[in-house]
């Protein structure tokens, strides 16, 4: 009967004697054959599970896994070496091996209450993935668990969206495609989910698979295969009498439907047979039909059969095929198995490891029986008067809990004994011998090599030394060995654990276990503590004493941030390029570093709560997205990501550095000279050429005819050119100084090979670059590839790099503070081209004084200073086999890059002032932006300083009696002139900004409020670590700490450079916002309408009261690896990109109150990962302007109209603004921003969530299924009125109400579900009871 599947056995699960003693069998409920032996496993309705041998049946072991009041519900084989099976009940999932051993469960420890919400079913999958394994289990509610299969831990919760099995899981399939995961649903939904993604929902049927609940799936490749539930007319359950065959492959869709009268109540594809499916009925009807063709009867169907277990009246409730299609196996309510066979001898699988047979009478069985005999014997004898008997030698051993003897271990060849592998605990570390041997490379590259024998001289050889000196100081040469991996790879990751032990305070006792540079050098993440309380946040203004701002450090590509801390500190270039430039180019990057330097020039403000915090640092977020969208840069590897594969390949922080300044500077000379030339009607040369660009001379000369051709070469980065190793002498004065290696650099001479147009053929020619124009700004390269280079800079490069000697601090200061560039125009003759290099350019240097230079020429003084700050202690090994270099065969190097720039006026007021004193006047400092007038000075592009906009706010009416209080537009006069509404408008808002951060805290004036001055320092450098701002000395600069401290790159500013001329006026101006606003096309049906400057309610301005919301999408998820005991870690927070912004009316006498003045929705130029529609309440299309029915912009633009709003002095309110702003990428002065977040806010303790405050004081309903921004920045302006209302009644009567806000949140919870029942209305009195006359006497 080969090929036709017949009855084989059939058995039940209790033991012969519990069925000699009139025990029943429990229901199989579920059935799973072992991936390792040949046994199958049976879970019964009792919570036991029962293994036995296949195919035989006969019983192998036994336990109660589960509850004995909950019962199996899967059991799912893990197909691994070690075998076993995860089986979930109700209460528990649980691993356990072949003999019933647990390994792990998972159940009330984790928070599993089977009473509410209970497990449903299980999956494993242990080969999409990799590693152990990992297990899925759903849930009666909106959530699924992920277990790691070889830990036991649950590794993620996750929340079902809304629609996606909401109802709760009821079974889940593996074996799909791309390694999703099935997932039936009990309102019938299927669900693919991403295991990779959070399991996230990828795709989903459109229609309920099965109208009362979905009850078996199992996958293959692109089919999953569904049985299910259906009601009929009456709404009665039944059995769905169809099982329906889902394609996968592009979307979900029914692919076909199977027809099955017996109503399938288990399904599963054939092991071996592709698309052949295994159904099976209530009524133990069998059949196998082929899945993509149809049922029986079909045309062309493939295989079929049917086959009838007889189950004697009773239900086929569980079904289960092993994997080599030999043997199936079907379970009963009557609790019996029935295995059936397609030949004589079936087996389970092709590989099966040999099964172990327990003992059948234990040894603590036997001896506990004659300890019970002779305990018997004893009374007996006791009963009769004599004595008892001496006790047998086996009842002296009848303490259960004595050690196991020790096996006979055979005899090694030391004398001891060989423990088996199988006797050793696994934790326990075993000495397997000594790491091989390994060839350093100092001694490799002097190796010559003969019939593959190697010679190598010895390097400390001298002839002067004495006998053995050479042999001993070569002796760790020849016992260096190889380290052994997990012993580098522990020893690398306790390194960066202890790195970042202190991340809170940004500690630098962690950072110094890894890098021997001093504090300030160290590398400060913000990491908050998970454990920490809701109110702390981190503080940057810990790390910036001064008046600048800094970068984060968080960001992909956050390597940058020292280039673009020069380039905003080189006035000539944001006063002639960054300041004045906004083109229509959606990705510019002139464009978005002039947006940076913008946020870079607004003084941080004290005081000012959690706004204070983050207006001390910068994100790129806009300019590193536009970067991403360059291919130029994607193509020279500066985008990290794994996916780049430029990136992967070289992986060097420091040259990836250096060509990204390459790469800005000549970006920023394509885009400025293409608007100087449309600008000065063809001029080729820009700002950035005059600023930054070496003009060379270049010579060509052929060694052939002589033929000599001249040609000019221009670049904005000179390579700095070192000598040869060979000429290195430790401690002579003959070796180069800067001075000398920068005159070879200016001036070279190479031979290459070229095409001659003189014989008309490639030919050696001799190369010769001499300066023709030297730039105001000299950008040097300084190389490093090889970290051996630093012997130049006096750094001992022979000692290890751990050791104490490598990180010395080196006094001896190669780079100098001035030098002095002379050019000789006679030597651009032709007739010396082929003069040794540097000789036509003479430098000299100084390291302090200016005076010392000698000669004529160009004097420069340093102004930048880039450097890598290296841990050691993260590094591979270099003379590791392949350890320590990348696939460029260059050095990895770990450790972060910093910045030293000389700051300056117009950027401080006084050399040496870092501290917060006053700004210098109008054009002379990049500090903060200056407001546009309100009416006159709008039409002119005029603009007003900070002294009238102080007294504009000095001369609204306030309440004198009551500082705290906020003055509403309400309470301003009929009388007064638009422009005092708007100052009271602005006054209010400063108030309410003082109310939120106290007094003292920089809200009367529009500007951040002032530092105290501090005295002057007598230094002009400062150390830009990110967000750590140091003033350091100009000694610290140029000091290098032996190989810890790489410098990278470095510029020189000409001293007699001209005055830095004044700011531009700002590129967005009026007519750019009504361009933007009114000059578009808008959708019907659009929700807002911009302002139409007929009326001076309809123009923005100073004090122009503004509700706004943001929403956000995931760009990029959060990046998982294991960590060191199994656990999954988040490594990489998730990426979000703005998708929304929304601005409404809020002046409470505007005719058009709470109307819209923008949604944008955020075009989208990078793959969305993750919608967030329960948050943001967008979904797939809305972003894109091919399906969108939305108003879609760049972000380009929504950003220009909202930098407009800022710059005209609008007051914005809204809810939780500082991550809005963030994201947004502006810096909007502490003065014009009212978050209500902070107005309903007591110190250390939770803040109030928007929901909760608009049910609580305005008695609505908003965020029910999803957010809207439009509805969110409504709300925020109507919780700003209710706040003046409050702050009406005084400071005490506000604090009371506050705080019976927060007592109402602690009792029913601060969702916002609850609101307390509205006051009664008004009404008249209730009339005096009338009084009765007095009684006569």
């Not at 001479?749 to 030297?774: D, I």
Request: charged share 25%.
């Amino acid at each position: 009967m080969e090929g036709q599947l017949y009855p084989y056995a059939a058995g039940g699960t209790l033991p012969p004697a519990a069925e000699q003693a009139g025990y029943y069998s429990a229901p199989v409920t579920a059935l799973s054959f072992d991936a390792a032996e040949e046994l199958l496993h049976v879970g019964t309705e009792d919570g036991r599970v029962t293994v036995t041998h296949a195919p035989g049946l006969e019983r192998y072991a036994g336990a109660h896994v589960h509850p004995h009041d909950y019962q199996v519900l899967t059991a799912c084989p893990v197909e691994n070496a070690h075998g076993g099976v995860v089986t979930v009940s109700a209460a528990r999932a649980c691993y356990t091996s072949a003999g019933c051993v647990k390994h792990w469960t998972v159940g009330a420890r984790e928070g599993i209450d089977a009473m509410t919400n209970q497990l449903t079913c299980g999956a494993v999958d242990v080969h999409q993935l990799g590693g152990s394994g990992r297990a899925y289990v759903g849930r009666t509610t909106a959530e699924m668990l992920q277990i790691d299969v070889g830990t036991g831990k649950v590794s993620l919760a996750a929340e079902l969206m809304p629609g996606t099995c909401s109802q709760g899981t009821s079974c889940i399939g593996v074996g799909a495609g791309r390694g999703l995961v099935a997932c039936g649903g009990f309102g019938g939904e299927l669900v693919m989910r991403d295991p990779r993604n959070k399991l996230r929902a990828e795709v989903q049927l459109s229609s309920p698979a099965h109208a009362a609940g979905v009850s078996s799936v199992t996958a293959q490749g692109d089919l999953v295969i569904t049985c299910g539930l259906t009601r009929d007319r009456n709404g009665h359950v039944a059995t769905d009498h169809f099982v329906k065959v889902i394609d996968v492959r592009l979307g979900c869709r029914v692919l076909n439907v199977l027809q099955f009268p017996a109503g399938a109540v288990a399904v599963a594809f054939h092991p071996t047979l592709t698309g052949v499916v295994v159904l099976g009925g209530e009524s133990g009807l069998i059949q196998t039909q082929d899945a993509d063709r149809g049922g029986p009867g079909a045309q062309g169907a493939g295989v079929f059969s049917q086959a009838l277990v007889d189950l004697q009246g009773q239900r086929l409730t569980s079904l289960s095929a092993s994997s080599t299609g030999e043997a199936f196996a079907f379970g009963d309510t009557a609790g019996y198995v029935h295995l059936w066979s397609l030949n004589e001898s079936p087996v389970v699988n092709l590989y099966s490891r040999e099964t172990d047979e327990p003992p059948r009478f234990a040894e603590c069985v036997q001896r506990s029986f004659k300890v019970s005999q002779y305990e018997m014997a004893k009374l007996a004898l006791a009963r009769r008067g004599q004595p008892p008997a001496p006790a047998p030698e086996s009842a002296l051993a009848s303490d259960e809990r004595l050690g196991v003897p020790e096996p006979p271990y055979a005899d090694a060849e030391d004398g001891g004994a060989s423990y088996p592998l199988s006797w050793i605990d696994p934790t326990t570390e075993i000495a397997v011998g000594r790491c091989p041997h390994i060839i350093p490379k100092v001694v490799l590259e002097t190796a010559r090599f003969s019939d593959f024998v190697g010679y190598a001289p010895n390097p400390h050889y001298t002839r002067s030394g004495k006998k053995g000196d050479a042999y001993r100081a070569a002796a760790p040469l020849q016992n260096k060995r190889c380290l052994s991996k997990s012993a580098a790879a522990d020893a690398k990751r306790a390194a960066i654990s202890k790195s970042k032990l202190s991340t809170q305070t940004g500690d630098a006792d962690g950072a110094s276990a890894t890098s021997p540079l001093p504090a300030l050098y160290h590398r400060v993440e913000v990491r908050l503590s998970a454990n920490r309380a809701r109110f702390e946040e981190f503080d940057f203004s810990q790390h910036n004493r001064t008046k600048l701002v800094g970068l984060v450090n968080d960001l992909a590509n956050s390597y940058v941030n020292p280039v673009l801390q020069t380039l905003h500190f080189t006035p000539e270039l944001r006063a002639e390029v960054l300041m004045g430039h906004a083109c229509e180019r959606e990705f510019c990057l002139t464009c978005e570093l002039g947006f940076l330097s913008h946020m870079l020039a607004q003084a941080p403000t004290k005081g000012a709560g959690s706004h204070s915090s983050s207006s001390s640092t910068a994100q790129p977020l806009n300019f590193l997205r536009t970067l991403r969208q360059v291919r130029e840069a994607a193509a020279l590897g500066l985008i990290e990501g794994r996916d780049e594969l430029e990136t992967r390949l070289d992986q060097s922080k420091p040259r990836r550095a250096q060509a990204f300044q390459r790469f800005i500077f000549e970006q920023l000379h394509k885009e400025d000279n293409g608007d100087a030339g449309d600008k000065a009607g063809g001029d080729k040369t820009g700002c950035v050429e005059r600023l930054f660009a070496l003009v060379s001379t270049q010579t060509h000369t052929c060694a052939q005819c002589a033929r000599v051709e001249t040609r000019e070469a221009r670049s904005f980065q000179t390579d700095l050119q070192y000598p040869e190793k060979k000429t290195w002498r430790k401690g002579s004065v003959e070796n180069p100084s800067f001075a000398e290696c920068l005159s070879k650099s200016l001036c070279t001479s190479v031979e290459v090979r070229a095409w001659c147009e003189g014989h008309k053929a490639y030919t050696r020619m001799a190369q010769r670059k001499l300066p023709k124009r030297l730039p105001q700004v000299l950008s040097l390269n300084l190389g490093m590839r090889d970290p051996q280079d630093l012997r130049w800079w006096g750094a001992d490069v022979d000692s290890h790099v751990l050791s104490a000697a490598a990180a010395a601090p080196v006094e001896k200061h190669w780079l100098p503070q001035f030098v002095r560039v002379a050019v000789d125009p006679r030597d651009e003759k032709p007739g010396v081209s082929s003069s040794p290099p540097g000789q036509g350019v003479r430098v000299t240097q100084a390291a302090d004084d200016i005076e010392c230079l000698e000669g004529d020429g160009v004097t420069y003084e340093l102004t930048s200073l880039v450097c890598l700050a290296r841990r050691p202690a993260e590094e591979d090994d270099d003379d590791s086999p392949g350890g320590g270099l990348d696939e460029t065969g260059a050095k990895k190097l770990a450790g972060h890059l910093l910045s030293f720039v000389k700051v300056m006026p117009p950027y401080v007021p006084v050399r040496g002032r870092f501290d917060g004193a006053p700004s210098p006047p109008k054009g002379e400092s990049p500090g903060v932006s200056p407001l546009l007038r309100g009416a006159a000075g709008r039409g002119t592009g005029g603009r007003v300083n900070e002294e009238s906009m102080q007294s504009a706010v000095n001369d609204a009416p306030t309440d004198a009696g009551d500082p705290p209080s906020t003055p509403g537009p309400a309470d301003v006069g009929a009388q007064t002139t638009a422009s005092t509404q708007k100052a009271a408008g602005l006054a209010a808002a400063l108030a309410a900004g003082e109310a939120m951060f106290g007094e003292n805290s920089g809200f009367r004036g529009i500007t951040p409020s002032r530092v105290k001055n501090a005295a002057r320092l007598d230094t002009d450098w400062l150390l830009f670590n990110d967000f750590c701002i140091t003033p350091v000395s100009a000694k610290e600069v140029t000091r290098m700490y032996g190989q810890a401290k790489l410098p990278t790159l470095c510029a020189y500013t000409r001293v007699d450079r001209p005055e830095p001329k004044p700011l531009p006026p700002s590129p967005i101006t009026p007519e750019t916002y009504r361009k933007l606003t009114l000059g578009v096309t808008v959708p019907p049906r659009s929700p807002f309408r911009p302002f139409d400057y007929q009326s001076k309610a309809e123009t923005p301005g100073v004090g122009t009261l503004l509700g706004i919301d943001a929403e956000f999408v995931s760009l990029a998820p959060e990046v998982r690896e294991p960590g060191p005991e199994g656990e999954e870690i988040v490594t990489q927070p998730v990426r979000l990109g703005l998708a929304r912004v929304s601005v409404v009316r809020g002046d409470p006498k505007h005719p058009k109150r709470l109307t819209p003045i923008i949604d944008d929705y955020i075009r989208a130029v990078e793959p969305v990962h993750d919608y967030l529609t329960r948050f943001s309440g967008l979904v797939p299309g809305d972003l894109d302007p091919l399906t969108s029915k939305r108003h879609i912009v760049r972000l380009k633009h929504a950003y220009l109209k909202l930098r407009y709003l800022i710059d005209a002095g609008c007051v914005f309110v809204g809810h939780g603004l500082k991550q809005d702003f963030k994201m947004i990428n502006v810096v909007v002065p502490p003065g014009q921003i009212v978050d209500t977040v902070e107005l309903f806010h007591f110190k250390r303790q939770r803040k109030l969530s928007l929901r909760f405050l608009a049910s609580y004081l305005l008695h609505a309903d908003i965020q029910k299924d999803t957010h809207d921004s439009i509805e969110d920045a409504r709300t925020a302006v109507r919780l700003y009125e209710k706040y003046l209302e409050m702050r009406k009644d005084g400071e005490e009567a506000f604090r009371e109400k506050l705080l019976e806000i927060y007592r109402f949140g602690k009792q029913h919870g601060f969702t916002g579900e609850r609101r307390p029942e509205p006051p009664p209305p008004p009404g008249p009195p209730p009339p005096f009871p009338a009084v009765p006359p007095p009684r006569e006497k």
